[in-house]
Each structure stands twice: as structure tokens, then as C-alpha cells.
């Protein structure tokens, strides 16, 4: 990729900004100061808006209408004062806070995490062990370990959540809406994030873009063993050799958003549910999200970049980089984003030495 193509694809982000901040929306805008909140503590905002009262409303993250809303000033305020009932209003849920100055959105708006205590997973084969043995049933133990191969692989693919009913928040994270752009060798991919769907793979996947992780490794295009079509890239792993990740991992969670073309997904080891850390996957073709659902937790979808990514599935893998990743302001909250994303084919994507 040439330099002015690099530039050109950093100057796309600096555009996405600048379209946000367009007259009329530059002087309005809600922020929050700090990330984490104590339960009853109160949430201090701070608003911007070039008229007295603007509005705040409250959506529960994926649907369209908002559940409550609330007139506020310029300045310092706090979203506890505002919305008193916040907590039975979540109910567990992820909440999206949109400004409103004379009936338009204006600005990001803040996602408002409740969270809630992290439930135990397990893969289902253990899982039916430890409950066997819980239970002394010595029959049921002695038939799981006399399982078949097979049968035994496909129970550790599945994963076995511990059912709870305590939805109440132990805290808020509220921070501000963003995008990300993959700025590559190729051009830019832009990527919107579902915190709606699994709220925390969203945030500790921003958190590494903001810390820099993503800033240099690899996208690797694996292509269907039949079709030999491409079927999904890989990036996010440092090492190279698929065994790297961040050093930390985020913990399981059963995302609301389905796999299929133009989803990404953070990346587990089979059959280990709480071992997704920094690899990724975008996935490009209907026959590989299958295979990606069992073992990869959907957290975002893409936006823009189909011909970049097109051009990456024909670059060898040491060519195909990720030269940035970068957050940028989201638009106003207008519902939850949707992958506008086409499936890569022979005729976007060739098979080398074809």
C-alpha cells in the first residue's frame, strides 16, 4: 500500500469526525468524566448544547423507541438524578443515553453498562462430569469417559452457562459511543460495535484498539477446505503463530448477535469458554459462521471496507497488516448497527495459484 493510500485511509477517520461534528451538532454532546460508578453514587455527566433545556433519552440498547426521557441544562449533571429509576429500567440490560437539542440527536451517545455478576461456564462434556460427581452417580461418570471420541469433542464445543437470576448491577461503566477503523494495507475497514449483544467482548476489545494492541499484527485469510473460498480473516494475535493473545482474557458471554458475513467475533480456544483475549475473526462467508459460532463470541459488525477486505483475501498473509486501529465518535443512536457486507467470492477474492 502506498503512503498516500495510507494517508488517505487516516484521513477517512479524520472525515467520519468532522462529519459528526458538522454544524449544528458541534456544540452539543454528552460526556462522562470517569468510566466506573458506584451503584447509588450517582453518574456526573457533563452536556454541551446550544439551548437551554435539551433532552435526554434513554433507549435499551437494540430497540428503536426510547424507554424514558428527561429534560436537563448545560453543565454538569447526573444521569441517577435524571433517570432515579435507572436500575430497575436496565434490569440487567445495556442502556444507551442520546442528547437531543431541538428534536435532533446530536453527538455519541454514552453506553451505560450495568455490571452484573459474571455466570460460570463450562464446556458440556465437564459440565456433565462435575455434575455426575456431585451427584456420585458412578454410572453416569463411567458412560462419559466411555463416550466416543467424537461425541466427546462435539459436548466440549457446546458451552454449558450456570443458570442465575441476579440481574442487579454491582456497578455502572458508562462511557462514550465509538467506532473502529481497521486502517490496513489495503485501505480501512470500519467496524460497529453491539454492546447490546455482548458488552463486555465490546469493551475489552476497545480497550485494546485504544491501548494500541492492534496497532501492527497480522489478517490472515483461511479459506474453506472445499470451496477453497474465502471464509474468514484472523487478526489480533501478536505471536503470529495463533497462539498469542493479550495477556488477559474476557469472560464468556452468549451474545445476541448472529454469526454470519460481516460479523466479528472474538475468538476462543476450542472448548475452553473463558479463554477469548485478542484474536479476532471477520467472518466472510455463510458457510464458515458456523463453524465461528461454536467457538467465538460475535461483539461487532462491519460497516464499510468490503473492497479492502476483498483486496487483503488476495495478499499473502505477510502483507496483509493492520497499520492502526483507532476509535472514532459514533453517530447519534439511531438503533443497533447491522453488517453492510457482502460475501467474498472468486469474483471479488482469487485463490492464489489459481
Known amino acids: 500500500m502506498a503512503i498516500g493510500d495510507i494517508a488517505g485511509s487516516v484521513l477517512k477517520c479524520a472525515v467520519v469526525v468532522a462529519m459528526l461534528l458538522r454544524p449544528g451538532n458541534a456544540h452539543a454532546q ?12 450517582g453518574i456526573p455527566i457533563r452536556v454541551a448544547s446550544p439551548v437551554s433545556e435539551p433532552l435526554i433519552s434513554l433507549f435499551v440498547a437494540g430497540q428503536s ?51 452484573t455478576p459474571v455466570a460460570r461456564a463450562t464446556d458440556a462434556w465437564s459440565a456433565r462430569v462435575l455434575r ?31 443458570a442465575t437470576s441476579d440481574r442487579v448491577s454491582h456497578a455502572w461503566r458508562v462511557y462514550e459511543s ?39 499484527p497480522g489478517l490472515s485469510c483461511v479459506r474453506d477446505s472445499e470451496t477453497r473460498q474465502p471464509a ?12 498469542g493473545g493479550a495477556g488477559t482474557v474476557v469472560p464468556f458471554e452468549q451474545s445476541g448477535l448472529n454469526v454470519r ?6 475468538a476462543r480456544v476450542a472448548g475452553e469458554p473463558q479463554s477469548a483475549s485478542s484474536q479476532f475473526v471477520i467472518v466472510l462467508s455463510a458457510r464458515a459462521a458456523a463453524a465461528v459460532a461454536e467457538s467465538a463470541t460475535p461483539f461487532a459488525v462491519v460497516l ?47 485463490v492464489p495459484g489459481r
Open 132 to 162: 455426575s460427581m456431585d451427584s456420585n452417580d458412578r454410572g453416569s461418570i463411567e458412560s462419559l469417559l466411555r463416550m466416543p471420541p467424537r461425541a466427546r469433542e462435539s459436548l466440549r464445543l457446546s458451552v454449558e452457562v450456570e
Open 30 to 41: 454528552v460526556c462522562v468524566d470517569r468510566l466506573y460508578h458506584a451503584p447509588e453514587g
Open 178 to 216: 465509538s467506532l473502529v477503523v481497521l486502517t490496513t494495507s489495503e485501505g480501512s475497514v470500519t467496524l460497529g460495535l453491539r454492546p447490546d449483544a455482548a458488552p463486555r467482548a465490546v469493551f475489552h476489545f476497545r480497550a485494546l484498539v485504544e491501548g494500541g494492541f492492534y496497532d501492527g
Open 232 to 243: 474468514f480473516f484472523q487478526g489480533g494475535d501478536p505471536v503470529g503463530d495463533g497462539s
Open 65 to 115: 423507541e426510547p424507554i424514558a426521557q428527561a429534560r436537563t441544562r448545560a453543565g454538569t449533571s447526573d444521569l441517577l438524578a435524571l433517570f432515579p429509576d435507572l436500575h430497575s429500567l436496565a434490569n440487567g440490560s445495556v442502556l444507551m443515553a442520546q442528547l437531543e437539542s431541538d428534536g435532533v440527536r446530536c453527538g455519541s451517545p454514552l453506553v451505560v453498562e450495568p455490571l
Open 304 to 350: 464499510d471496507g468490503g473492497a479492502t477486505l476483498a483486496a487483503l483475501s488476495r495478499q499473502s498473509p505477510s502483507r496483509s497488516r493492520v497499520i492502526r486501529a483507532c476509535l472514532v465518535p459514533a453517530p447519534p443512536y439511531e438503533g443497533v448497527f447491522e453488517p453492510t457486507f457482502e460475501p467474498i467470492s472468486e469474483s471479488s477474492a482469487t
Open 261 to 266: 458475513p460481516g460479523v466479528v467475533a472474538m
